[in-house]
T-cell receptor, first 112, second 114 residues
Framework: DAGVTQSPTHLIKTRGQHVTLRCSPI?????VSWYQQVLGQGPQFIFQ???????GRGNFPDRFSARQFPNYSSELNVNALLLGDSALYLC???????????FGQGTRLTVV | QKEVEQDPGPLSVPEGAIVSLNCTYS??????FMWYRQYSRKGPELLMY????GNKEDGRFTAQVDKSSKYISLFIRDSQPSDSATYLC??????????????FGPGTSLSVIP
């Protein structure tokens, strides 16, 4: 079975631009979560989606938004990019609550 | 106080040593506990998942959870250079009525020297 897949793997954007990151969960997993990992720190929770609805949100500004599609894949959107948004963005899929979270390889976003 | 704390290291050990990685947490409502391994510039890889106090063993890895003291450990036996990575402690189960989020510690950097 394929694991969690994310695209693109690397991205360079300019301040003020918009970015869309994509994630496909493991087959059979209905929950997708997004995390931001700044160099040297642990991942920070951004969003969780299940059945196309937002189920949890971390302490991130409204510039960050996400959605989940009927096939359970997900997009993370970030508007008005700031230099501080440079990070590794990770997607995790979970079959149901209180089970293991499996991560993709991440999208490395650099804002210049 | 951060919800999940780890000593960031770096920790350097000779090949073959037993490694002990530790993690503490502040919220007694956490229900399950995980250890992830993360190689540089890669996504976290799940090593261990446990739902209760006690020990869980998987090959060279043993996870130990003590809910009474809010203390979690990961032991690596016969450490190998390929174990050199950052080890993330992660807890979940806070959200009882909705789907959950995982709270990570900052990670401990481990180097195993040949």
């Amino acid at each position: 079975d394929a694991g969690v897949t994310q695209s693109p793997t690397h991205l360079i954007k300019t301040r003020g631009q918009h970015v869309t990151l994509r994630c496909s969960p493991i087959s059979g997993h209905k929950s997708v979560s997004w995390y931001q990992q700044v160099l040297g720190q642990g991942p920070q929770f951004i969003f969780q989606y299940y059945e196309k609805e937002e189920r949890g949100r971390g302490n991130f500004p409204d510039r960050f938004s996400a959605r989940q599609f009927p096939n359970y894949s997900s997009e993370l959107n970030v508007n008005a990019l700031l230099l501080g948004d440079s990070a590794l963005y990770l997607c995790a899929s979970m079959r149901v609550k209180n089970t293991e979270a499996f991560f993709g390889q991440g999208t490395r976003l650099t804002v210049v | 106080q951060k919800e999940v704390e780890q000593d960031p290291g770096p920790l350097s050990v000779p090949e073959g040593a037993i490694v002990s990685l530790n993690c503490t947490y502040s919220n007694s409502a956490f229900q399950y506990f995980m250890w992830y391994r993360q190689y540089s510039r890669k996504g976290p890889e799940l090593l261990m998942y446990t739902y209760s106090s006690g020990n869980k063993e998987d090959g060279r890895f043993t996870a130990q959870v003590d809910k009474s003291s809010k203390y979690i450990s990961l032991f690596i036996r016969d450490s190998q250079p390929s174990d050199s990575a950052t080890y993330l402690c992660a807890n979940g189960g806070l959200m009882k009525t909705s789907y959950d989020k995982v709270i990570f510690g900052p990670g401990t950097s481990l180097s195993v020297i040949p």
